[in-house]
């Protein structure tokens, strides 16, 4: 498949997707929103990749929305590049649907796939993640940055608001007063900031990013069931939003349960006792669950 934004790579079970657009600091378009989103869909179904590593091409990662249409770039009503596919969202009486398709944040579509995402997703910040650059890092399960990276969260200044599902995952990462200290001010902060406010789990010299991010990402691919991992993954994100632990035990107990008289467990624990490298069988495309999902799906409207 053939990708106008993106660079879709795997090696040793790893996928390395990489925002391509260098020339521009690989910001955002409506392009790369759907192919971000056809390659989540290409790597969950692909049992080859076991984990994901999310880069950005050049010195920088993602630069943010393109502004390109100036004072337009968020006003999508009035991009003539912007076709409206599902219509129009203005009512008769001349009021605006909210619950319109095409009101929805293509930033928000993003992260919401990387949310159902089957496979574990490591960041590899390479340079500036500012905007939605900084926000679609959130839903990734583990963040890694280069001492060259800046973040920023920079919506306020813009005049515009947090988006891509950031009201939500932000305060779950860093906490509530960190992300109203990042988005109330908008400022764009350093590497080192980011690893004490939480954001990213360490900072690595530059010429070290890529390589620490795959040694990660080959320790989840050699090591762990393929099943386990997406399940691991879908109850602890599902989970921050439950009510009470009841919620938990009652996810936890279908998972062991199932889990327990699986062909992979019965391999984990003989490795073990042999002193082996595991040989996991099955597969994420084949061999989840059947009370899988336990959630239900949320509509846009």
């Known amino acids: 498949m053939h990708y106008e934004t993106l660079l879709y790579e795997v090696s040793e079970h790893i996928l390395t997707l990489t925002l391509n657009r260098p020339d521009r600091l690989n910001a955002f378009t409506g392009t790369m929103m759907e192919e971000l989103i056809a390659a989540f869909d290409r790597a969950d179904a692909d049992d080859e990749v076991r984990a994901i590593i999310v880069t950005g091409a050049g010195r920088g990662f993602c630069a943010g929305a393109d502004l390109s249409q100036g004072a337009r770039t968020f006003d999508f009503a009035a991009r003539p590049d912007r076709p409206d596919k599902q219509g129009t969202p203005t009512r ?3 009021g605006i649907d909210y619950s319109h398709e095409s009101v929805r944040d293509g930033g928000g579509r ?17 340079g500036p993640a500012v905007g939605v650059g900084a926000t679609m890092l959130l839903p990734m399960d583990i963040r890694i ?8 969260f920079v919506f306020a200044r813009r005049g515009i608001t947090p988006e891509a599902c950031s ?29 004490e406010g939480g954001l990213v789990r360490k900072v690595v010299a530059p ?16 090591n762990a069931a ?8 879908q109850m602890m994100w599902r989970m921050l939003g439950a009510d009470h632990p009841m919620e938990a035990h009652k996810v936890d ?22 002193k082996r490298p595991p040989a996991f ?9 059947d009370f899988v999902p336990w959630w239900q799906p949320r509509p846009y409207k």
């Open 281 to 289: 069988t099955e597969t994420v495309s084949k061999d989840m669950p």
């Open 110 to 126: 993003v992260s919401l796939r990387i949310f159902e995402s089957k496979k574990p997703v490591i960041a590899a910040i390479n």
């Open 145 to 152: 940055a280069s001492s060259d990276a800046r973040f920023g």
């Open 167 to 195: 009201s939500w995952f932000l305060p779950r990462v860093v906490g509530i007063s960190q992300a109203l200290e990042w988005t109330m001010t908008g400022r764009v902060f350093p590497a080192q900031e980011a690893l």
């Open 253 to 274: 107990s279908r998972a062991i349960y199932s889990r327990g008289r699986s062909a992979d467990a019965r391999e984990g624990i003989n490795s073990f006792l042999e």
């Open 92 to 94: 008769p009486d001349g």
């Open 226 to 233: 393929p099943v386990s991992v997406a399940l691991a993954r």
């Open 207 to 222: 010429d070290a990013l890529l390589e620490t991010a795959r040694a990660l990402a080959r320790e989840i691919a050699e």
